[in-house]
């Protein structure tokens, strides 16, 4: 879907991509890429970028488990405007061992704020964060109860308790949830 008006042109196309892959240890690799495109050449101190060709291009794929606890984290600049942006790379293994829940992203942000991390790396935490529930949701093949942790339930606007939808559609998992000991 082309997002311009009349006597518009672009300037520059970023397009954010994730995909959740189940291994065979039971493990899932989310993978997100980022890549930031112009439609002229771009002039840079050290290169010249080709119109259409990725100014950036990274990839952060973590590695959870369905507590949606990170066990593994790779940071891959692929096409970046400095040659020493791969550098900050092996910083985002710090994200090994949290567990992506209520405040994970504001840690994340804290963590690779300023010359910490890359502003364009750590803008795909969030998107992994919200990959990695849906993920966990799609596999198990439907909806718990909200005391279970992994439930989508109460999560968003369209999926608030009260709401219509729950109310309407899942309404027996909250009738479930209340009779658990």
Known sequence: ???????????????IQCESLQREDGLIDLVATLI???????????????????????ELRITIDDDRLIHEVEARTLHSPYTLCAEVEPAY???VGMRIEPGFNEEARRLFR?????????ELIPVLGTAAFQAIWGRAGGFGGPSQGKSPLGGCHALRIEGPVVQTYFRHLLDQDAHKP
């Open 1 to 15: 879907m082309k997002a311009t008006k009349p006597n518009s042109q672009r300037i520059q196309l970023r397009q």
């Open 114 to 122: 300023g010359i910490a991390g890359c502003t364009h790396m750590t």
């Open 93 to 95: 293994t710090r994200l």
């Open 36 to 58: 930031d495109t112009r439609p002229t050449p771009l002039a840079l101190p050290a290169r010249t970028v080709p119109a259409g060709s990725p100014v950036h291009q990274m």
